[in-house]
């Protein structure tokens, strides 16, 4: 369904539609949950700050998707921080509203369960290759599926994957220096190729 379909006629003027650059912040980690917001295209990065001060990315946003909406549900301050990362544009509509339309319209509301339904389990699924998986095995996965998607060469933006995976960027740089010298990869400013594919996915198969 389309955000605004049966969007009672009394809440409709509430809802706003406002543009981001890349790196504009919609909303910052602590502060109060004054508004729920739509991806109507674009892209946004929701990223938490660990006690160490790294930047590690929870979930990529999608147009389509609904960002806030826990937040005002719990009437906590917001989890993590949300910016950003293309050109995007939104629909806003602050918590006192979202929350009517909620109650006001059933079909509203099972839109709305179902994306907070896709996104537990998209973050079980996170927490469990976390808790399974080395650092290592969970950057040489990322490698291996994207050489499977390239023919060639292929670039990888070692300080975004870091935060992906909530690490240093020094840690990757460790492990992109180790698969380098058992000749499992090769790398060059930037880009990867993983020349043994069979090879590689043996030794992916052997991490702990």
Not at 76 to 95: C, E, M, N, Q, Y
Not at 125 to 153: D, V
């Amino acid at each position: 369904m389309d955000f605004l379909d049966y969007c009672p006629e009394s809440i409709r003027s509430f809802v706003q539609v406002l543009e981001y650059e890349p790196d504009e912040h919609l909303m910052r980690q602590g502060d109060p949950a004054d508004y729920i917001y739509h991806l109507i295209n674009g892209e946004l990065q929701c990223f938490a700050i660990t006690e160490k001060g790294l930047r590690h990315i929870v979930y990529v946003y999608q147009p389509g998707e609904i960002v806030g909406e826990i937040e005002a549900f719990t009437n906590d301050l917001i989890l993590t921080g949300v910016v950003a990362t293309k050109p995007s544009r939104v629909h806003r509509i602050d918590r006192a509203h979202f929350l009517k339309w909620f109650d006001e319209s059933p079909e509203f509301a099972r839109y709305i369960t179902a994306q907070l339904g896709s996104k537990l389990s998209n973050t079980f699924s996170i927490t469990s290759m976390n808790l399974q998986y080395s650092i290592k095995k969970q950057f040489m996965q990322h490698l291996y599926h994207a050489q499977r998607k390239n023919l060639g060469a292929f670039y990888v933006d070692k300080k975004e994957i870091s935060a992906v995976l909530g690490c240093h960027y020094r840690s990757i740089n460790r492990i992109v220096q180790d698969l380098t010298e058992e000749g499992l990869i090769q790398y060059h400013k930037g880009t990867f190729q993983i020349p043994d594919l069979a090879s590689f996915q043996e030794a992916l198969r052997k991490q702990d």
